[in-house]
């Protein structure tokens, strides 16, 4: 027979994160991907069906003038999130590496 979905975890997990905020993750997959180039980590803080919650954390040597700002960087996560359609319409924050949130949007 068929084990339920979620009886046995495949890939890679991380023991914290909640299911939904593991999807968002690999959803803004390409998003992370751009962000390293210019020296960046994309972390995601909370998902859920209302909010998403991003935080833009920079590593030693980040080009800061390469961020783009939260209107934009909203606009690469909302393309990614389509993937999660529980969080297709969450509202979507970001707390930038100077302590700064962009505003919600």
């Known amino acids: 027979g068929?084990?339920?979905?979620?009886?046995?975890r495949t890939g890679r997990t991380d023991p914290e994160m909640s299911p939904l905020d593991q999807q968002v993750r690999d959803?803004?997959?390409?998003?992370?991907?751009?962000?390293?180039?210019?020296?960046?980590?994309?972390?995601?803080?909370?998902?859920?069906?209302?909010?998403v919650a991003l935080k833009i954390v920079a590593l030693p040597g980040?080009?800061?003038?390469c961020l783009v700002p939260p209107s934009i960087m909203e606009i690469?996560?909302?393309?990614?999130?389509?993937?999660?359609?529980?969080?297709?319409e969450a509202a979507i924050t970001f707390v930038y590496p100077d302590g700064s949130a962009g505003p919600p949007v």
């Open 62 to 65: 980040a080009c800061a003038e």
């Open 27 to 51: 959803a803004l997959a390409v998003m992370h991907s751009m962000l390293e180039a210019d020296g960046y980590e994309l972390e995601v803080i909370d998902a859920s069906s209302e909010a």
């Open 76 to 88: 690469y996560a909302r393309d990614g999130l389509k993937a999660v359609p529980d969080c297709a």
């Open 2 to 8: 068929r084990h339920p979905a979620n009886s046995s």
